[in-house]
T-cell receptor, first 119, second 115 residues
Framework: NAGVTQTPKFRVLKTGQSMTLLCAQD?????MYWYRQDPGMGLRLIHY???????AKGEVPDGYNVSRLKKQNFLLGLESAAPSQTSVYFC??????????????????FGPGTRLTVL | AQSVTQLDSHVSVSEGTPVLLRCNYS??????LFWYVQHPNKGLQLLLK??????LVKGINGFEAEFKKSETSFHLTKPSAHMSDAAEYFC?????????????FGAGTRLAVHP
C-alpha cells in the first residue's frame, strides 16, 4: 500500500496564479485533511473532509478551496496565489469511528508534503 | 481547552547518549497523545501513541514515552541516540470537535545528533 501520496512535490507560482494540489490515499479512510506547515508554528489545519462529497473549514481556510469528489482523493486549490501562501502543504487521512481500516480514528497518516513557493 | 507545549525548541546530543524531548499538555479530559517525527524534507511519521491503555508507550526505532497525568507530561525518550534520529519531533494532543479528531500540534523540537 502506498498510504498517502501527494502531487506535485514542488511548485513555484507567481502571485495571482492558480493551482491544485492532489492528495490520494489507498487505506479506505473516510476522513481527509489539508495542513500547512510554517517555521515555528507546527501544522495548521486548512480544510478537512469527513466523507465523500463533504468539506469543512479548519483553522486557516482563507484563500483555499477544496473538493472531495471521490473517497480516495482530496484536492486543495489556490485560486489566486499570494506570497503568504508560501509553505509546505501536507495531506493526511484517518478512519472514522466505528469503521474498519488502518489505525485508530484519532490516528492520522500523512503524505510526504508539497513545497510551494509563491513569488 | 487542549494545548501542547514542547519545552525545548532545539536539543543537541552526542551519538550513543540518551535523548529526552519534553512535552506538557493541557486537556479538559483524558486525551490521546502522539509523537510524530519529521525527517528533513519528509512527511510526518507516527512514532507512538497513548490512548490510556498503558502509561508507558513503546514506539518505533527504540523510542518510548511516559504519560504522567499528575505532571500533565508526555516526554519522549530513547536510551541511546543514533545519527539517523536527527529530525524534528512533534508532540500532539487530540480534540474531538466538529465531528472529527482535531490534532493540536506543539511547535516542534529539532533534535541534532553529533558524532
Amino acid at each position: 500500500n502506498a498510504g498517502v501520496t501527494q502531487t506535485p512535490k514542488f511548485r513555484v507560482l507567481k502571485t495571482g496564479q492558480s493551482m491544485t494540489l492532489l492528495c490520494a490515499q489507498d487505506m479506505n479512510h473516510e476522513y481527509m485533511y489539508w495542513y500547512r506547515q510554517d517555521p515555528g508554528m507546527g501544522l495548521r489545519l486548512i480544510h478537512y473532509s469527513v466523507g465523500e462529497g463533504t468539506t469543512a473549514k479548519g483553522e486557516v481556510p482563507d484563500g483555499y478551496n477544496v473538493s472531495r469528489l471521490k473517497k480516495q482523493n482530496f484536492l486543495l486549490g489556490l485560486e489566486s496565489a499570494a506570497p503568504s501562501q508560501t509553505s509546505v502543504y501536507f495531506c493526511a487521512s484517518s478512519r472514522s469511528p466505528g469503521a474498519s481500516g488502518r489505525g485508530g480514528p484519532d490516528t492520522q497518516y500523512f503524505g510526504p508534503g508539497t513545497r510551494l513557493t509563491v513569488l | 481547552a487542549q494545548s501542547v507545549t514542547q519545552l525545548d525548541s532545539h536539543v543537541s546530543v552526542s551519538e550513543g547518549t540518551p535523548v529526552l524531548l519534553r512535552c506538557n499538555y493541557s486537556s479538559s479530559y483524558s486525551p490521546s497523545l502522539f509523537w510524530y517525527v519529521q525527517h528533513p524534507n519528509k512527511g510526518l511519521q507516527l512514532l507512538l501513541k497513548y490512548t490510556s491503555a498503558a502509561t508507558l508507550v513503546k514506539g518505533i526505532n527504540g523510542f518510548e514515552a511516559e504519560f504522567k497525568k499528575s505532571e500533565t507530561s508526555f516526554h519522549l525518550t530513547k536510551p541511546s541516540a543514533h545519527m539517523s534520529d536527527a529530525a524534528e519531533y512533534f508532540c500532539v494532543v487530540t480534540l474531538f470537535s466538529g465531528g472529527y479528531n482535531k490534532l493540536i500540534f506543539g511547535a516542534g523540537t529539532r533534535l541534532a545528533v553529533h558524532p
